[in-house]
């Protein structure tokens, strides 16, 4: 700007509908990264288990539900035992699923911070979410090797489940700019999104087959951008699942950029405002 001295940076409200500033977040990739080894050790801290805790948590549910729905419930699983089953997608749910808690109440999980110092607030979402796929990397490695140890190794397509990965992050990182903006606004938002976490849960087929839902009612559960995700994971990892739909996983892809945008747009519009309101 005219009259602006060299060195200073002028905090202009955004104005249309832009993004926000893609080259800055990259000029601070060492904020980020400090940010995303705090949030490591901070959740592992005073653990006597410490990291061990990211490999116990899938397998520990996976146990849970393999006596109640595999063993008690007999839960249909495309001929794979119940805990391969599970294990195959998991994995890839506890991560979208920690994502958007995490990215959702980023903001306001550093209000001491934001008040203090600018950065650009788009990094608080970005960093919670990296901090979510390192665990996931590890989870989904391990995960690998028991379901190959029960006697189910990986097709050579089980890179591509990696794209699954990324699209599922790119849609847990959209709506996390939604929901860490509202949040700022809103405090009913953290609470909703707990509830609404629990029946996303339920609604996709991560416990069952999406055969095992009604031909009537299963247009109901496409409309789930996750259940293409979680089809196409699963189908990366095993062999012998049903693949996904192709129709689907660009309806989805279609959803999760439309959501991605919109999100940082939203984020964008409120960012510089942000400190004043949590």
Same mark, same amino acid.
Request: aromatic share 16%; charged share 10%.
């Given at each position: ?149 029960? *006697?189910?190794? +990986? =097709?050579?397509?089980?890179?591509? @489940? !990696?794209?699954?990965? %990324?699209?599922?992050?790119? $849609?847990?990182? /959209? ?64 062999? *012998?699942?049903? +693949? =996904?739909?192709?129709?689907?996983? @660009? !309806?989805?892809?279609? %959803?999760?950029?439309?959501? $991605?945008?919109? /999100? ?15």
């Amino acid at each position: 700007m005219p009259g602006v001295e060299p060195g200073v940076t002028v905090i202009e409200p955004a104005r249309g509908f832009g993004t926000p500033d893609w080259t800055a977040v990259w000029r601070l990739r060492g904020l980020l990264s400090v940010f995303l080894w705090r949030d490591i050790a901070v959740r592992y801290k005073q653990t006597m288990l410490g990291v061990f805790w990211i490999v116990l948590q899938p397998l520990m549910v996976t146990a849970i539900y393999s006596v109640f729905f595999g063993y008690i419930a007999r839960i249909p699983t495309e001929g794979k035992p119940y805990p391969v089953y599970v294990l195959a997608t998991i994995v890839l749910w506890q991560f979208f699923a920690r994502t958007l808690s995490e990215a959702g109440t980023s903001v306001h999980a550093q209000q001491a911070l934001i008040g203090k110092v600018y950065f650009p607030r788009v990094v608080l979402p970005i960093s919670a979410a990296l901090s979510s796929a390192i665990d996931f990397l590890i989870n989904f490695a391990v995960g690998l090797l028991v379901i190959s140890a029960m *006697g189910y190794p +990986p =097709p050579l397509r089980v890179a591509g @489940a !990696l794209l699954f990965f %990324v699209a599922s992050g790119a $849609f847990a990182i /959209g709506l996390g700019f939604w929901l860490s903006a509202l949040d700022a606004l809103y405090r009913d938002v953290r609470y909703l999104l707990s509830f609404v976490l629990q029946v996303w849960y339920f609604a996709t087929p991560i416990l069952y087959p999406i055969a095992a839902i009604p031909e009537q009612w299963r247009w109901v559960f496409w409309l789930n951008p996750m259940v293409p995700l979680v089809l196409g994971f699963r189908w990366c990892v095993l062999e *012998g699942v049903a +693949p =996904p739909d192709s129709l689907q996983l @660009a !309806l989805s892809a279609s %959803v999760i950029a439309l959501v $991605f945008y919109s /999100g940082s747009v939203f984020f964008h519009r409120i960012e510089h405002s942000i400190v004043d309101r949590v």
